[in-house]
């Protein structure tokens, strides 16, 4: 993605990644992420993963921007978490390229919206397609982490995928 592009992430996404020691698809597929506060706050709630994070935050891939909640935030915290709400909000307000994001009500509303998304999975894919990486294993590893991943998803990941 091109350095200038703007790239907004949820927590699911950046913590899954790191819950699977794979940060570096982050870094590799994208300049910098933004996350609102809100999300670094859920990032750093949990004790697997946190210190990845951190080395992310301190190398300059994941950036922390505050956001104030704006009419938009606060609808869309009716219907989601903090941190989906948060990023949504963000990345309408500043007029994302892109958001990683990976909850079904989450994805709904960003579609509704016109943003652009991938979410864990689709992070994978892309990585699996610039990288020497075994896609399945990683898919396993997702699952094994505990992210929920369908059969179907799973195996139209692989068919998607140029390394499985």
Do not use: C
């Not at 991943?149 to 799973?154: G, H, N, T, V």
């Amino acid at each position: 993605m091109d350095d200038s592009e703007l790239v907004v992430s949820d927590t699911s996404p950046l913590l899954n990644l790191a819950l699977i020691d794979r940060p570096d698809f982050v870094r590799d597929q994208f300049s910098t992420v933004v996350v609102p506060e809100h999300v670094w706050s859920e990032l750093m709630n949990g004790e697997d993963g946190v210190e990845r994070l951190r080395s992310a935050r301190d190398d300059g891939t994941i950036e922390i921007v505050s956001l104030e909640e704006t009419p938009l935030f606060v609808e869309f915290r009716r219907n989601l978490d903090v941190g989906e709400a948060a990023a949504l909000a963000y990345a309408l307000e500043e007029d994302a390229d892109l958001v990683l994001i990976d909850e079904r009500d989450a994805r709904q509303i960003a579609r509704r919206h016109g943003l652009s998304m991938t979410g864990v999975v689709g992070i994978l894919i892309r990585g699996s397609n610039e990288e020497t990486v075994t896609l399945r294993t990683e898919l396993d590893r997702l699952r094994e982490a505990g992210f929920w991943i369908s059969d179907e998803l799973y195996e139209t990941a692989l068919e998607q995928s140029n390394s499985k």
